[in-house]
């Protein structure tokens, strides 16, 4: 399925450079690259290369107009040596969802699923075995034809790094949900993987950070009454014993973390309600005692517990975590399943071989 | 005041190569570029260095979190040799203010100005002096630090790349006004020039291409009733004698020519109101011929007369542009100050000695 993808092996190999065992999260990248060039109109063939700069002219459209568009998925390698990827398919897709918005032309799904693939293949030795280590995977488009017009570009590049990767957070999280900035608007790119999405959330999360919070969620831009989702998670809250997350929208990025929680959960018989979910009913939850829990939910955070939230100058803690919570059943469920460690009912999990 | 920018002047020119009677607009770049790296929590000197390509990590948060800013300017040959700017410092103000939004690191106004003046200096026979024609400045600011923390970069890159260009648009702009899409939100990143912002209209435009028009007038993202601006434009109506355009808000970029045609009307007697203006007031405006004319004001489009625009599947035509339109007047005004034709009595010219 792969023996069409052209491989050029780097000469020397930087994994003996490596500490795997206090990796950090997306700071070193693998020896190899995918990379395949959109130009005169069409996708060439995906090579595998070594890992590499990237030269581009200063009128390059990445650098002024934001054309780019990214995912995030993770490998990981089971006690037999076996890599697996999870859900793959919907991280392609998604990506094409992200591109047509933003006016970049979509991918073939042989490109980019045995591109990948194939660059497992040559890098399979970057994929950690350490528990709750993993190969962080980052596909991404962006606009790399030229000229100062505002309009899209004529060329682009597909490539796909990988790092050896440790948790996301460390430490507790603790939020802030927001009541002025806006991540998304209605009719927006916020649904989309783009990359502006992420630039317009740093100042508001740096104003956060320095108030104490680690993470902002964010609110619908009309009224900020209406929890939407985290920077690079979508949020559940736990009240009494029914879990509630926010429906997706066109300002909410549809996470493959997300939905695969909602199906867990359901098949679990833990009650999930997908519904609005105010500020209001949340503050009034942890108010009463019924917030039991609150978790913030995406691949590279994985399912990520929330230990307190400001809201309007007041701070509102979390109870402490229990072994029952549904945050620690859930996240052992989807990582056992992610790392083959229990059956996959679902038929989420792919071997990469 | 320049003396202490280093220049490292490019070994040949490809001046002859260019045929500056046929300039399109962004698409010929001058030989050289200034070029400044925010490394170690400052700015180092900026350098004139030949127009040359950029290197990068395939990491480098540019490619995925779209941290980046730009302006747009223009420089302006004199009848005497002389060369001109328009309100520069307005454009090195608002660099600054998009790029604390970004979460980018404001730039030094010497850098800014003594590297813009030093690269023109050194670029000076790239200024065309046709009329109508120009040197277009594109200052940039992007995120050149690696990482796939979706977090702040830790390094930049601030470059001034200029390009000798003609009219931005070739015939008539018709435009759609905008129901579903949006181009901001309350509380994002709007008056911002981020370059997320360009990439999220390019695909509702090219569906406003396909059916005929030109460009997109973007509304308010809450309730679609409020006109806000135009791609690369802001936008204003005249009804009867009176000129109308929108406030500036967190959602619209407060336009350099916006706010001097607002100036130039008052000096002129003409009634401006800077108020929310609402699709319904400008399509009853159609209807009962009130509405005189609508028009783009912009850096690259100068002023832009709009011929007619669409709105809910219903097509709206603007009465013939007349000699005494606001537009040719407003037009001959602002770019007659901008090349020295005419005394500047607000004092928005600068030269570059
Ligand atoms: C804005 C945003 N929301 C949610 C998620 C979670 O999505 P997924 O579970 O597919 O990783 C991510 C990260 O991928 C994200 O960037
Ligand atoms: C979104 C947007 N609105 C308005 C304008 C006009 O602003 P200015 O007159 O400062 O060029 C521009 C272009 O610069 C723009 O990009």
């Not at 695969?260 to 009650?271: M, Q, R, T, V």
């Not at 056992?336 to 999990?349: L, S």
């Amino acid at each position: 399925m792969i023996h069409d993808i052209e491989v050029l092996k780097a000469k020397t190999s930087k994994i003996s450079e490596i500490d795997f065992n206090n990796l950090k999260f997306g700071h070193v990248f693998s020896d190899h690259m995918l990379e395949c060039d959109f130009k005169n109109g069409e996708w060439e063939a995906p090579k595998v290369v070594p890992y590499q700069p990237i030269t581009l002219d200063p009128s390059a459209k990445i650098f002024h107009y934001g054309q780019s568009v990214f995912e995030g998925m993770k490998a990981y390698k089971d006690a037999d040596g076996k890599v697996w990827l999870f859900r793959p398919l919907d991280n392609f897709k998604r990506l094409n969802i992200s591109s047509k918005r933003l006016a970049i032309p979509e991918l073939p799904e042989n490109y980019f699923m045995d591109g990948l693939k194939a660059l497992l293949k040559v890098d399979e030795d970057w994929i950690p075995e350490k528990e709750g280590s993993s190969l962080y995977i980052r596909p991404f488009v962006f606009a790399s034809g030229n000229g100062f017009h505002a309009s899209p570009a004529d060329e682009y590049k597909f490539i796909i790094c990988t790092a050896p990767s440790g948790a996301y957070f460390s430490g507790e999280v603790k939020v802030l949900i927001e009541e002025k900035y806006s991540r998304s608007a209605n009719g927006g790119v916020g649904f989309a993987k783009a990359g502006g999405n992420y630039a317009g959330q740093f100042y508001p999360t740096q104003l956060a950070v320095e108030k104490g919070y680690q993470q902002v969620i964010w609110t619908d831009d009309t009224s900020h009454e209406y929890i939407e989702e985290a920077g690079a998670m979508n949020i559940f809250v736990r009240i009494d014993d029914t879990l509630v997350t926010a429906p997706t929208s066109d300002r909410i990025l549809d996470g493959i973390t997300r939905k695969s929680i909602i199906e867990l959960a359901k098949s679990e018989n833990i009650p999930v309600e997908v519904r609005k979910l105010s500020v209001k009913e949340v503050v009034e939850a942890a108010q009463n005692g019924s917030l039991k829990e609150m978790f913030g939910a995406g691949t590279a955070a994985v399912i990520s517990p929330i230990s307190g939230f400001g809201y309007k100058d007041n701070d509102y803690e979390l109870p402490k975590l229990t072994d029952d919570s549904y945050a620690s059943f859930l996240k052992k469920r989807i990582t056992d399943i992610q790392t083959n460690k229990v059956e996959d009912p679902f038929g989420w999990r792919m071997e990469v071989k």
